[in-house]
């Protein structure tokens, strides 16, 4: 980068940024967005040049999980986001102000930038009993939600429990609990599910729209694709492991020293989509995979009761209980050996059958010749025939001289 480039320089010594950390940081999104390199002078341009994005961010039912994720963003660090791409003009857990005069800057932020501000939500959102279970300032948090989010630009909801009431909405919870998306007022709303979300998912979806001036592209329950069109198996470091059918049969077994697979300690990375792998978390330092805990799902919907137990496989076809060090290759070997002894078992036995049947109808029909040969066979008897009237035959007219028969006592000579 020179001088000459579309005022990028000038916009960094504005900003006191070094234009090393700031390359990096644009280096770092263009990865997170999974585009090629060629696009980082395009991002670099569009995010030194933007004017900072006011947020407001609202948590409900949480554990701050998101916060303390965004806390410790490393590329770019929480003091960069804030300095150059954000304004976060309230966040309840990090704004010094409490109580009304936090209300009002609420309000303020709103009406300062009617459709200009982006509502980041965290935590589920309690709807039973008329939302009691969460009060903000006096009102539930449900109708703040609403009210924030109908002016917002767009509505990104981090974390699990603010893409569909995550824990509070698990089996049992009394809190009626939901996603924004079921209690937003309309308008774009990009989730960023995950136990908590990877901050660089949040970085990467607000520099997207700075750049193109739209959100990313979305799959059907909108999840960013750059962040949740891959499957984590697919891009597991351990993969080869399991490809190879050598996997961890107990935690701390020396495989699991050894860094094999954890598809038999319950890892659900088979079933769970997200850029985890490939992102990390804590400045790229470890994931969980990495860290050996294995993958719970938790960028998928309702994983604490569907992805549970997270330390046990799911219910599945292959019969591992049988044959726990098989292999995938191994196991499908076996299922086509077994067909293929099942097909010559029953070829076999086809054969005895006709064999026999075969031999059975000879006998028969050599025994019904000799009986008839030797008439052992009794004949049955005649049906009774009914007598018929016959006509006697006519007399003939002697053609020609016949010798009249001699008398009954003429002498014969
Ligand atoms: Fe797949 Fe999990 Fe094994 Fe990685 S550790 S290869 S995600 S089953």
């Given amino acids: 980068m020179t001088r000459r480039d579309d ?23 263009t990865a997170a967005l999974a585009l090629p390199a060629t696009y980082a002078p395009r991002i670099a341009q569009a995010v030194a040049t933007a004017p900072r994005v006011p947020v407001i961010w609202l948590r409900g039912q949480a554990c701050s999980g998101n916060t303390m994720s965004f ?13 150059d791409l954000l304004s976060l003009d309230y ?16 309000v303020a932020t709103m009406e300062k930038y009617p459709n200009g501000y982006i509502a980041v939500v965290e935590g589920g959102i309690p709807t039973a009993d008329d939302g009691v279970y969460c009060m903000i300032g006096g009102r539930p ?11 917002a630009l767009a509505t990104i909801a981090v974390g699990s429990c603010a893409f569909d009431g995550g824990l509070p909405a698990a089996s049992g919870g009394p809190t009626g609990a ?3 998306g079921q209690v937003a007022s309309g308008g774009v709303i990009v989730n960023l599910p995950g136990c908590p979300m990877n901050v660089d998912n949040l970085t990467a979806t607000i520099v997207h729209y700075l750049t193109w001036k739209q959100w990313p592209v979305t799959d059907s ?11 984590i198996h697919n891009q597991c470091e351990r993969r080869a492991h399991f490809e190879f059918g050598e996997f ?32 990390q978390f804590d400045a790229g330092t470890s994931w969980p995979v990495r860290a050996g805990g294995g993958c719970i799902g938790c960028t998928m919907p309702g994983f604490w009761d569907e992805m549970s137990p997270f330390y046990r496989r799911l219910q599945s076809p292959i019969p591992f209980a049988i044959a726990p060090n098989a292999s995938v290759d191994q196991v499908g070997a076996v299922l086509i050996g077994g067909v293929a002894a099942l097909t010559v078992v029953h070829g076999t036995a086809t054969y005895v059958r006709e064999r026999r049947t075969m031999a059975s109808k000879g006998r028969a029909a050599r025994k019904a010749a000799a009986a008839a040969a030797t008439d052992a066979t009794p004949v049955p008897a005649a049906e009774p025939v009914a007598a018929v009237a016959v006509a006697p035959p006519p007399v003939m007219e002697a053609p020609f001289d016949v ?11």
């Fill in 248 to 279: 961890v049969l107990a935690w701390g077994d020396e495989a699991s020293q050894k860094g094999w697979c954890l598809y038999k300690m319950g890892c659900k990375g088979p079933e769970a989509y997200g850029n985890c792998p490939s992102q």
């Fill in 91 to 106: 966040h309840e857990t990090l704004m010094a102000s409490a109580g009304a005069s936090a209300d009002l800057a609420r």
């Fill in 7 to 29: 005022g990028i320089y000038d916009a960094l010594v504005r900003r006191g940024m070094s234009r090393r950390s700031f390359m990096k940081f644009a280096t770092a999104m």
């Fill in 141 to 151: 948090f449900r109708d703040v939600v609403r009210e924030v989010t109908a002016g």
């Fill in 403 to 413: 010798p009249p028969a001699a008398p009954p006592d003429a002498e014969v000579r």
């Fill in 221 to 231: 329950r909108q999840r960013p694709l750059f962040a949740y069109g891959g499957l």
């Fill in 71 to 83: 806390l410790r963003s490393a590329n770019p660090t929480v003091v960069e986001l804030l300095l």
């Fill in 178 to 180: 939901v996603g924004v």
